[in-house]
């Protein structure tokens, strides 16, 4: 769920579900999956174990704050080594259209705004966050997340 859904949730408030929350909440289960990977368990840092926590407990600003203090490279697990420059990226980009959703759509509707304002908005933010990240794993393919780099060691390529 995305910071802004949680909280309206949490205060009881009407909130509008945007593409913008779908991105954010992509993002939250891809960070869920390459840290709680089976396969991977026994090899996280104690950092990543303070990242899981801190989703468990849904605090989603203290994973955060432990994702952007990782460990260098070699002290992570392979696949956390793998994704990070992936996760970072989206990460930006997430963020980036989140505040681009505020400010060119919420913050000065027009007076009874309704579906004709909102449609087109909804349908351009859902297909750039959908470009944003195909460009984010692009770069990363040949690279960190590509099919060759799961049969070598990462260790190998450091």
Request: aromatic share 10%.
């Amino acid at each position: 769920m995305s910071h802004a859904l949680a909280r309206a949730a949490q205060a009881g408030k009407r909130y509008l579900h945007s593409p913008v929350d779908d991105l954010e909440s992509c993002f939250w289960v891809a960070l869920w999956s390459v840290l709680f990977n089976k396969g991977h368990e026994k090899q996280l840092s104690t950092e990543e174990h303070m990242v899981r926590k801190s989703l468990a407990r849904t605090d989603k600003e203290g994973a955060m704050g432990f994702l952007r203090s990782l460990p260098p490279t070699r002290e992570l697990s392979s696949i956390m080594q793998r994704f990070r420059s992936t996760l970072r990226a989206w990460r930006k980009m997430v963020w980036n259209g989140c505040e681009m959703w505020v400010d060119e759509v919420l913050e000065n509707p027009p007076e009874g705004a309704g579906r004709e304002y909102y449609l087109p908005h909804f349908h351009r933010f859902a297909l750039q966050g959908v470009v944003d990240i195909l460009q984010v794993m692009a770069e990363d393919w040949n690279g960190e997340i590509g099919w060759e780099s799961w049969t070598s060691p990462v260790a190998s390529r450091i």
